[in-house]
């Protein structure tokens, strides 16, 4: 039998989905999760609330349905919409074409310039007659796209800069140095954070988080232990903050979770954590607000709790993939970025075996549910949202 912690967390994402219908003040109607047009009825009973669902009538303990409908009861209405009325993350509008001199909408095509990179389509503004390519990320790199996003994908699938340099050398006859693909990824990856912060994930109302250790170098190329902290949403698996820090205190817990509020604009109904007794502090600090409902922290206080935080320590197994490889991170400044680059392409090019095949951006609305991105096509939108 499941501990409530697992019924809590269960109950908290029938709230997100709107699936509770009040029907009188003693009386709920909680929609099944798992099996389309079923519903359990909830019933108050002198002081005790009953459930039909077998988890309840076999097992004798306050079931999801239950716990979800006294959630309700406790907070007199559920004001955590999964996303704003009317609101649409995943269109976004098309840039409209300007002149990189004089910003005019006054141009036109006028041939093509021959470069590197082949063709590339040249235009005229009819304002200050100026000529002009338009930029999509890789304009004055002496590499082509493909080489660039090569390099990015091995680097973040694991693959050491030595071992990248040498199979670029081996299959496109390209000679780089490890210090170049560094350049590479400090320089797209900062990109592509700033586009990709500014989207705004469907997300539940139920996160998960968990800090990592990294070993990173000092001032004395010493190693050090320093603290990754993480969240993570439950239904669409979407990896909204990673935080790296000195420390582990309360002022450093609310750093990830202020970044995690800022992406999705939002605030949980829960978040799961293990006993670190920084992250009780940190919540009620960055969450509280004096009207209902508030922020529930559900800890996981150790490993005999058979509920679990499994979804963001699975997480924490792909960093350790990436990580391995390495001889340690030269600074905070290094290490901040490869987490934010796994970040992207965990969230937007990594399909989940959980999500069907999906990505955590598609199934949080803000990428094309057709096809997953990729390196190239995600340069081009944060640059083309650099230029706008």
């Not at 500014?198 to 250790?213: A, K, M």
């Not at 009780?280 to 150790?302: D, G, L, S, V, W």
């Amino acid at each position: 039998m499941r501990t409530s912690n697992t019924r809590k967390i269960r109950a908290y994402s029938l709230l997100a989905h709107g699936k509770v219908d009040k029907i009188s003040d003693s009386t709920y109607r909680v929609w099944s999760q798992t099996e389309e047009g079923k519903h359990y009825i909830v019933v108050r009973e002198g002081l005790e609330w009953k459930c039909e669902c077998p988890d309840f009538v076999f097992n004798h303990v306050a079931c999801k349905h239950i716990h979800a409908v006294e959630q309700i009861r406790l907070n007199e209405q559920v004001t955590f919409p999964l996303e704003k009325e009317g609101e649409n993350t995943c269109e976004t509008e098309e840039p409209v074409l300007v002149c990189k001199f004089c910003g005019s909408q006054n141009i036109v095509k006028r041939g093509y310039r021959n470069t590197e990179r082949g063709k590339v389509q040249r235009f005229c503004c009819k304002d200050c007659k100026r000529f002009f390519i338009i930029d999509e990320g890789f304009e004055k790199m002496k590499a082509t796209p493909e080489t660039v996003t090569v390099a990015l994908d091995l680097y973040f699938k694991g693959i050491s800069m030595r071992a990248i340099v040498d199979h670029v050398k081996q299959f496109y006859g390209v000679e780089v140095s490890h210090v170049a693909i560094y350049k590479w990824i400090r320089k797209y990856v900062s990109m592509m954070k700033k586009y990709c912060d500014q989207l705004v994930p469907r997300v539940s109302g139920i996160w998960h988080s968990d800090e990592i250790t990294l070993n990173i170098k000092d001032l004395d190329n010493h190693e050090n232990l320093r603290w990754a902290w993480n969240v993570i949403d439950n239904e669409s698996r979407f990896w909204l903050a990673s935080q790296i820090t000195e420390k582990r205190e309360i002022a450093d817990a609310r750093k990830v979770l202020a970044q995690a509020s800022s992406i999705s604009q939002t605030r949980p109904m829960a978040v799961v954590t293990d006993g670190l007794r920084a992250y009780q502090e940190a919540i009620t600090k960055e969450f509280f607000t004096q009207k209902a409902p508030r922020t529930e922290h559900i800890r996981i206080p150790n490993i005999r709790d058979r509920s679990n935080n499994n979804m963001v320590e699975r997480l924490h197994g792909t960093i350790r993939q990436r990580n391995k490889v390495m001889r340690g991170l030269d600074d905070m400044e290094t290490a901040q970025t490869m987490m934010d680059g796994l970040r992207i392409y965990y969230n937007f090019m990594r399909p989940h075996m959980a999500l069907g095949g999906k990505t955590p951006a598609q199934q949080a609305k803000i990428a094309d549910s057709s096809t997953p991105e990729n390196w190239k096509s995600l340069i081009k939108k944060a640059t083309k949202a650099k230029n706008q």
